[in-house]
């Protein structure tokens, strides 16, 4: 039976035998909400992201922009009526942006449970010191 990759793992060019110049990849499997777009290289691409808009493209280029193996990181909405985000990034030689964008998307995540468990201990004691009133 073949070995299927998670939805949450990418799918490198290299491991789909597309060079990246003539059709879009899919990254991951399942319900695909991000593909890399044609024209892409191990250490430039541009990704488009289904269903997300600035909330999701400011938060991930900020996160991706903190790894000092990312040379640049911007992102864009194409149109405003299209629920589509684009994120682009260059890394240096010694990373590729497959790997840059899943430490963004990691390091993203980990920052969601930091700020979520910080408001779920802060609203206990709020709902503690309320009760003892």
Same mark, same amino acid.
């Given at each position: 039976?073949?070995?299927?990759?998670?939805?949450?793992?990418?799918?490198?060019?290299?491991?789909?035998?597309?060079?990246?110049?003539?059709?879009?990849?899919?990254?991951?499997?399942?319900? !695909?909400?991000?593909?890399?777009?044609?024209? /892409?290289? #191990?250490?430039?691409?541009? /990704?488009?992201?289904?269903?997300?808009?600035?909330?999701?493209?400011? =938060?991930?280029?900020?996160?991706?922009?903190?790894?000092?193996?990312?040379?640049? *990181?911007?992102?864009?909405?194409?149109?405003?009526?299209?629920? @589509?985000?684009?994120?682009?990034?260059?890394?240096?030689?010694?990373?590729? !942006?497959?790997?840059?964008?899943? @430490?963004?998307?990691?390091?993203?995540?980990?920052? *969601?449970?930091?700020?979520?468990?910080?408001?779920?201990?802060?609203?206990?004691? /709020?709902? =503690? #010191?309320?009760?003892?009133?």
């Amino acid at each position: 039976m073949p070995s299927q990759t998670p939805a949450n793992e990418f799918i490198p060019n290299d491991q789909n035998g597309v060079d990246g110049t003539e059709e879009d990849v899919p990254v991951g499997t399942g319900d !695909v909400k991000i593909r890399a777009l044609p024209g /892409f290289s #191990e250490n430039a691409a541009s /990704f488009e992201f289904l269903d997300e808009d600035h909330t999701m493209g400011n =938060a991930l280029r900020y996160m991706i922009m903190k790894n000092p193996e990312v040379e640049f *990181c911007g992102y864009s909405i194409p149109h405003p009526a299209e629920a @589509k985000m684009n994120i682009r990034i260059q890394t240096y030689e010694g990373t590729t !942006v497959w790997e840059a964008l899943q @430490k963004g998307l990691d390091d993203l995540v980990d920052l *969601c449970d930091v700020v979520e468990e910080k408001f779920i201990a802060a609203r206990d004691e /709020f709902n =503690a #010191e309320r009760m003892e009133e």
